[in-house]
């Protein structure tokens, strides 16, 4: 199902993710999302999330499809050029795909394989672009296909980035391309996330706001050093140092953070980091 | 050397619109050597741009304009034709581009694309830096090259990995290419030009040295020796 068919029916959109392994056992992933599926109307699979090399997210998304678990297929431009691009796009169309998340993807530099040849041939924009005339039946070239595929295709957005402004005319270029939804990166700010919205709202595609449950402080203050686009506040990095109860902490914060945002938005994007078994109790928290 | 090609009429026009007063700016190194830059280069371009009823507030040919020293002190006596001007359009390769761009307060417009010769390079001793990638984008990024300030090359604006305006790779010795021209564009006014290019997708073919180069003087000195050796 398409996540455009979720957002027409007018209810609140849920998504969550999960991350391939570094192997060929999938157990643990695809338990993950055994766990969200009944919560959750799709789960992102990240492609060489911060460009660690793992088990690829065409195949993983297949395999939670085939377990009905509806995928986001994440699509990065750093280790693909435009060639393999849309084949895999085909590929993911002929085994059931229906939802695509277009990023440009980390440096090679952040991942385990630093020495790699960065590709970023195509980026979110012209991935987009990319995957739009697929839906219309030509390749880049435009050359005709042969079966054409009907994806639902999303982008993301920072909306803490300092200035936001840049990131505003990039997004507008990623609604212009075709991005039928927008996924955030994870926002602790619900007042900065609604002035973001409101700059944001005239290009018309539903918001998912992305919510990263916080493990602990030290946690925090890593993301705050090293993690672009994610601020957490102080008060909340003393809220979970001083918790004697840390997963009901992060799960307060989640759940308090999400009935901040939600009338400001059409969907919330759970990041679990590990934490997968707790999104159903953020969920019952937060009353969705 | 850069070896530098005038971009066709229709594409300089397009950076045009809105504006009626042109400065044009030359140079008399590799451009001029290119049939590009030169004196009687920057007068038919001129003289083109008039057919097309774009008024010429003034022009000068400056030696090497990827000295910005040069360009500076160049452009110093032009001081009241630049104040009358919309912009200025310059008729050389990247980095004459990108060093005008930095030494003015003005949108600066390239007239050429710079054509690949496989990875030789002038001689330079400033921060700009030129891929000779054939599809010059100066006009829309102000004046700075996103192939070589953003380490992705990405042409279609930023990604979600620069903090504090560094890039992800080596923050402390690389500024984000994006901000930059984002604050360069702002600063000029500039940025629905940013906002309504297309999407750009790179033809990556043109970063191959092309064959009409090759059996030039422009590819290797050389080749003009050898035949003159031949025919004495």
Known sequence: ?288 | MLVSERKSMEEIKSFLVGESKVFLLGCDGCAAASGTGGEQDILELKQQLEKEGIQVVGSKVIEFLCQKALVRRGLKPYASALRQADSILVSTCGIGVQATATVVDMPVHPACNTISLGGIRGEWQGEERCLECGQCYLDITGGICPLTACTKQLVNGPCGGAKDGRCEFEPDARPCGWQLIYERLKSLDRLDVLRQAPSLLKDYAQMQPPKRIRSTSKWAVDIETKEEIATT
């Not at chain 1, 395999?63 to 678990?69: D, M, P, Y």
Request: hydrophobic share 45%.
């Open chain 1, 1 to 288: 199902m398409k996540l455009t068919d979720s957002f027409a029916s007018g209810k609140f959109v849920v998504t969550s993710e999960v991350g391939p392994p570094k192997g060929t056992d999938t157990s643990e992933m695809l338990g993950n999302a055994e766990l969200l599926k009944p919560r959750v109307d799709a789960v992102n699979v990240t492609d060489q999330q911060s460009s660690v090399m793992r088990l690829g997210s065409l195949v993983s998304s297949v395999l939670l499809k085939q377990r009905g678990v509806e995928p986001i297929y994440q699509v990065t431009c750093r280790d693909r050029n435009r060639i393999a691009l849309q084949s895999d796009l085909l590929s993911a169309w002929a085994a059931g795909i229906e939802n695509v998340l277009c990023l440009t993807g980390d440096y090679v530099s952040l991942g385990d394989f630093p020495q790699a040849k960065p590709v970023f041939d195509l980026d979110s924009v012209s991935l987009l672009v990319s995957a739009m005339k697929l839906n219309n039946g030509l390749d880049l070239a435009d050359n005709k296909l042969q079966g054409v595929p009907d994806f639902c295709l999303g982008a993301v957005v920072t909306p803490a980035a300092d200035p936001l402004e840049p990131q505003l005319v990039k997004m507008e270029k990623k609604v212009r391309a075709g991005a039928s939804f927008i996924q955030t990166q994870g926002i602790f700010d619900a007042e900065r996330f609604a002035a973001f919205v409101n700059q944001a709202k005239d290009f018309g595609v539903p918001i998912i706001a992305g919510i990263i449950l916080l493990k602990s402080a030290g946690m925090a203050r890593f993301m705050n050093e090293n993690v672009a686009g994610v601020h957490v506040p102080d008060p909340l990095i003393q809220a979970m140092a001083k918790a004697e109860d840390r997963v009901q902490k992060s799960i307060e914060i989640a759940a308090r953070l999400i009935n901040e945002v939600k009338d400001l938005c059409q969907g919330v994007h759970i990041m679990p980091i590990g934490w997968e078994r707790h999104v159903p109790a953020v969920l019952d928290a937060a009353g969705l």
